[in-house]
């Protein structure tokens, strides 16, 4: 069983930054990672996903060019880097975690572990 807490949400201004953490409580050297959002009335989307070492990412067309994913498997750690933020990008940001694949995971129904979820607000 692993417990995955994001940190890193809050409220900024269009076209700034912010850097989403996920920690986990054990090993996830061999998981494949992923971001995901909802927002009110919408559903859960995938936002980033990232392959156990790292080498294979995704992104949602929404995001790509401004969203980096990346992993420190030695921390135990994956992180969510976004730039030029949108109003849109407003939502519940959750970090997930999929035992059993070492490649890219791009559907939720993959992931057994989950976050408790950090807000992002981004205000125009």
């Known amino acids: 069983q692993v417990q995955l807490v994001e940190s890193g949400g809050g409220l900024v201004q269009a076209g700034g930054s912010l850097r989403l953490s996920c920690a986990a409580s054990?090993?996830?050297?061999?998981?494949?990672m992923g971001w995901f959002r909802q927002a009110p009335g919408k559903e859960r989307e995938l936002v980033a996903a990232?392959?156990?070492?790292?080498?294979?990412?995704y992104y949602a067309p929404s995001v790509k060019a401004r969203f980096t994913i990346s992993r420190d498997n030695a921390k135990n750690t994956v992180y969510l880097q976004m730039n030029s933020l949108k109003p849109e990008d407003t939502a519940v940001y959750y970090c997930?975690?999929?035992?059993?694949?070492?490649?890219?995971?791009?559907?939720?129904?993959?992931?057994?572990?989950w976050g408790q979820g950090t807000q992002v607000t981004v205000s125009s």
């Open positions: 990232i392959s156990w070492s790292g080498s294979n990412t």
């Open positions: 054990g090993r996830i050297n061999s998981y494949a």
């Open positions: 997930a975690a999929d035992p059993s694949n070492f490649g890219v995971s791009l559907r939720s129904q993959q992931y057994d572990y």
